[in-house]
């Protein structure tokens, strides 16, 4: 805290706006009689030592079966944020059996597949799932192919929660809070009172294995059993049991959270081995590591002051102005010249050290008013139109496919983002429901696969807000349609611990409503084409059939004239003057569209 | 942790089962020859030095521009809570300028109505919001006559999460986690750069007040400017200067949130002015004081044995025995026996401190075999039926209401809650929607209105499983109807810090749903009801009319007879033989409905 402004000896508003009359009605306003001015004012401390009143003198009767305050903060306890997860559980997704399962092999695997990217290594994942029968426990195993944990940071990486090396990063990544893997240690400790096993080889000929729990109490971590061997495994596995889990393979479970991260992670091969011994393998699709996630500068629009604060009293520049152009995206000297005219009080060679709350709220306003450009793409990795296009082509065999990737946009902190949104039409689109085939949506963040908790998240709201009759998809909760919408970004503003939802910012819902619509419109375009070619079609027909009627009676009729070739004739006249018609539309430019509809109400008019 | 089991040197799967074919379709299960059997044994250590090779050699060329395990790993960090919630401020109810002004009213509030009920004070609370015009902050004042805070605990209880005297107590209060009013600080932080202003007494003569800021990167309390003088002030009062958010009067704003409030504590006063200066009072309705909360004790129904372990490792019983008498509700001499029964290899003279995971293993798994009494109502403080129908009376002014309240249950720990379920019909009953009125769903926890996050929340699942059809309610979503759903527990299960939904615990679900139909079928019964009632009225009027018609036209007709008296006797022989056809009915009772509808039955035979 740089700036702490003391405001002692407020004023009571008990007092200063008199008790209301009891037999005022409930949720009237009031007299406005004691117009209450501001009551406190901002930088003046108005001694308020008007004898104060006890507040409540009506209840005094009542008050004493109640504990004062010394009772009641006998109570007063400090706790571990281990002790809150154990306590909120179903804040890190361990609510429900089959979920459960599904978290603990989320956090493995999206652990596994961030370390791979980082080290540039093409995953392989291993998880195989057992049954202990004699105690209905569950035995996950999960092994990766990564870059392993080096022996000091074994306990912590899974036995202390908020630790990690990605939290303070800004960097895209699918974990991001360091709670992931600690929270499974906490959950195999609380339900089956046992440790995980971890084995971590880094290849440097040498490999760990040891138990780790999480100390509750301290949330440090407890590492026990450790051996050393000399083995040429890289990589981390982790074993564990848990009990309150179950497997089946439902929509939740974890198979189908394998099925959907394949789906986003064309690069990974994940091997599962489920409890009945069946052996499913999610293939590589595709041979090439994605891009390292590069850290990333913040964008301007969309710093708060307390970023800048913070940032400004960490930095080691000399001048403000240098300060700014080096710490943030698209902060040139031009820009700092209109930021300057912008703030004309304030010093920008001054040491950014001493940069005020005050003159970084300036700072802050004037950001909004500079025309910037866009955040970069460099630091977000999307999963590009033509992988999403092939993976829902391989996996869904769909009729039609739409792919839309909007430029990155910011939300607030000045985190870039951008969204990604994919629209597969018949195969194997859409989900079954109760009444048929409806709506499905697939959400993921940074390629990671939500499956719960699609209620409150930007994803799903954003869906909510399309009309979709001005697509032509009235029936869409009836159509085998499947939205794929993929949000990329340094960082993912979940909901809570459990990463199944993205907070509703505005800026998100935006993009992806955005996003949305322009597949919606390509669908439309799409069927509407689909619907004429099937009119064609049949007037094709129609005018074929009156064509040979017509060429057989016209002799008849005429005395005079050969079949054959009056036919001949009367194709040649339509397929001249009327081709159009037969022409096979699949998607039509918006131009050519356009002179379809002009076309369409011609004939409508004819 | 007290068995720690030892399992070193697991095998790699990676290598049991061969690298499936590249040429292998993805995701068809691969050919089942190498059948893995459990590769990893529960208790046995093979050793696994079959030369472990490395992982995944096609890779090797790729990996050397990724980074090392060391590299990654120099980028390991311990963090903070509250630097945590700082950077999932979403997570706590802070995204979005209305609602994070809400959340902060409503941890406040929350707090007071904790405290008053813990120190059995009937509460009269203060909520002032002034717009600072200069910098578009905004200004909440809010003022109470609590049992006030401690000198030693006002840091702490708002400058440290996870800090506080509910967490760890098996007790029914609004707040549990001890997070909400250190992250209205940490807000203020890093919205305006300023700490909060703090106000409290205790009632002995000194009132204190200071400025009190969280700091971030240790989440320890940092308390400046005290200043304490004589007066006789008792309760808190809380300044604080807030930015990114915005007072306005929408469903989600700080009003509407005050308004529920009011609805659930008909034992409060709460005073608004608003940033306009209007005075906005919520009048107390009810001048009792809830009971204060009791704390519970465990059911053994749904203890985990974790709980079990935990629990009987502090106790300081001497006998396994008398340690599950005395900290178990509903556990008697006789109980104890049938457990022995249940588990006859466990020893239960033996000391708490020494029950091994194992045995609490079996005794929870017998626990779920025993036939007990349901958990007592003793700690669950509903809000109570009578409350809730004089409350939605006041408010709703409905034409109909029904309020159910089913017995207390358990979900997982043994905790134990019971829900309270209201249904509206008509009057001010139902929410406006763009195409009229429908359905309004009003969520409370523990008296705590929920305004957000309704997606995944329990009360709403529960919503969404009624088939309403049963109760002629298939129109539902278009009728004014409120529904009231209030969870009471001593430990909600929110999803998230924000505490705004709960989780979708099945046992919870569950109650709302048996409760839901409950009133549904009240509802339906009423309404159809209202249906015969005017079937009967307009039969009557019916006829009345003929019996009119009749008795002028009889004499005329049969040539004697006066009109008068044929009107009488006619009159009294509809009353006599058919009276029951107008019977004012308002609500059956299941019999007379039975009843009612033989005779329609019957009636339409006729």
């Keep these: 805290m740089d700036k702490i402004e003391a405001e002692t000896k407020i004023e009571l508003i008990s007092e200063k706006i008199s008790a209301p009359a009891e037999a005022a009605k409930a949720k009237t306003p009031a007299t406005p009689a004691p117009t209450p001015k501001p009551a406190v004012p901002a930088k003046t401390a108005p001694v308020a030592q008007t004898k104060p009143q006890p507040a409540a003198k009506s209840t005094a009767g009542v008050e004493e079966k109640g504990s004062d305050a010394q009772e009641i903060f ?4 400090e706790h571990s944020v281990a002790e809150f997860f154990k306590k909120n559980r179903q804040m890190l997704g361990f609510s429900g059996k089959v979920r459960s399962l599904t978290t603990l092999v989320h956090e493995y695997v999206t652990n596994n597949l961030d370390a791979c990217e980082e080290a540039k290594i093409l995953p392989n994942i291993y998880v195989k799932i057992d049954n202990v029968p004699e105690n209905d426990h569950v035995r996950l195993y999960v092994e990766d192919n990564g870059p392993g944990i080096p ?3 074994i306990g912590k990486a899974v036995g202390q929660m908020l630790s990690g090396t990605k939290f303070h990063r800004f960097i895209q990544q699918r974990g991001q809070q360091g709670i992931g893997a600690s929270g499974c240690t906490m959950f195999a400790q609380i339900t089956t009172g046992k440790p995980v096993h971890i084995r971590s080889g880094t290849g440097d000929g040498q490999v760990y294995e040891c138990d780790v729990a999480v100390n509750l109490k301290s949330n440090m971590p407890a590492v026990s059993n450790m051996v050393e061997y ?5 990589g981390v596995t982790i074993v564990g049991e848990f009990a309150e889990v179950k497997y089946d393979r439902s929509e939740y479970a974890p198979l189908e959270y394998l099925k959907a991260t394949a789906l986003a992670n064309p690069h990974a091969q994940i091997t599962v081995v489920d409890p009945t011994g ?3 393998v999610f293939q590589r699709a595709h041979d090439e590591v994605p891009d390292r996630p590069v850290p990333a500068q913040p964008h301007p629009l969309g710093v708060t002051t307390d970023d800048l604060i913070n940032y400004s009293h960490h ?8 300060f700014l152009t080096s710490n943030f995206a698209r902060i040139s000297d031009a820009k700092v010249d209109e930021l300057k005219t912008l703030c004309p009080t304030i010093n920008f060679d001054k040491m950014p050290k001493e940069l005020k709350w005050e003159e970084a709220e300036a700072i802050v306003k004037a950001f909004k008013q500079v025309k910037w ?5 460099d630091p977000l990795r999307p999963i590009g139109k033509a992988q999403i296009e092939k993976a829902l082509k391989n996996v869904l065999e769909p009729e039609f496919i739409a792919v839309s990737e909007r430029p990155p946009k910011v939300f607030r902190g000045g985190v870039p983002f951008m969204v990604e949104v994919g629209i597969a039409y018949k195969g194997k689109a859409g989900r079954q429901t109760k009444d048929g085939i409806g709506l499905d949506v697939k959400r993921f963040a940074n390629r990671a696969p939500l499956l719960f908790d699609a209620g409150g998240c930007a994803t799903t709201e954003s869906v909510k807000t399309i009309d979709w009759n001005r697509y032509g998809l009235k029936d869409i909760d009836n159509m085998a349609v499947t939205l794929y919408l993929n949000l990329v970004s340094v960082h993912v503003p979940y909901t809570s611990a459990g990463k199944q939802a993205i907070s509703t910012e505005e ?6 409503r955005y996003a949305i619509m322009e597949v919606a419109r390509d669908l439309d375009r799409y069927l509407s084409g689909k619907i004429r070619d099937e009119q064609r079609e049949a007037r094709k027909k129609a005018i074929t059939r009156y064509v040979k009627q017509l060429a057989a009676d016209l002799p008849y009729l005429a005395g005079r004239g050969i079949t054959a070739e009056i036919e001949k004739k009367l194709l040649y006249l339509i397929e001249h003057k009327y081709s159009k018609i037969f022409e096979k539309t699949t998607r039509l430019t918006a131009d050519e569209e356009k002179a379809a509809k002009k076309e369409r109400e011609e004939e409508a008019e004819e």
């Excluded at 000399?230 to 890289?234: D, N």
């Excluded at 800026?507 to 992806?512: D, N, S």
């Design 230 to 234: 000399p083995g040429k495994y890289r």
């Design 373 to 377: 450009i866009a955040p970069s793409a």
């Design 151 to 153: 022996k000091p940071f």
């Design 507 to 512: 800026e998100i819902i935006e993009e992806f």
């Design 315 to 322: 930095s080691k520049e000399r001048k403000l102005s240098s």
């Design 74 to 77: 006998s109570e007063f306890r």
């Design 278 to 280: 069946e052996r499913i």
